[in-house]
């Protein structure tokens, strides 16, 4: 049973910073792309942030590159996104995911785990 848990939300002042992990466990973590998503209140759920299966490509939407940094740990099966400068924009729920693809950047994930929520305050 593939399963995905994202931690680490939380209520954080405007200019803060946050660490979300992804544990995930019932996968060949090693050989899937991982993603991270978000989705605002109102809003369709969003890429933020992907990493290629040996973590030497990284791909982030717009709104939050230099702000945000997406790793890996193959050894523990986990995935990262240090969030850092946040706006009040940035609040949503994150959802970690995995693609069976070396390189994929894109919402057509295998699997999607439950969300951590992140508020922003302003």
């Known amino acids: 049973q593939v399963q995905l848990v994202a931690s680490g939300g939380g209520l954080v002042q405007a200019g803060g910073s946050l660490r979300l992990s992804c544990a995930t466990s019932?996968?060949?973590?090693?050989?899937?792309?991982m993603g991270w998503f978000r989705q605002a209140p109102g809003k369709e759920r969003e890429f933020v942030a992907a990493?290629?299966?040996?973590?030497?490509?990284?791909y982030y939407a717009d709104s939050v590159k230099g702000r945000f940094t997406i790793s890996r740990d193959n050894a523990k099966n986990a995935v990262y996104l240090q969030v850092n400068s946040l706006k009040p924009e940035d609040t949503a729920v994150y959802y970690c995911?995995?693609?069976?693809?070396?390189?994929?950047?894109?919402?057509?994930?295998?699997?999607w785990g439950k969300g951590t929520l992140v508020t922003v305050s302003s």
């Open positions: 995911a995995a693609k069976n693809l070396e390189n994929y950047v894109g919402k057509n994930m295998d699997y």
């Open positions: 019932g996968l060949t973590f090693s050989r899937r792309t």
């Open positions: 990493i290629s299966w040996s973590g030497g490509n990284t």
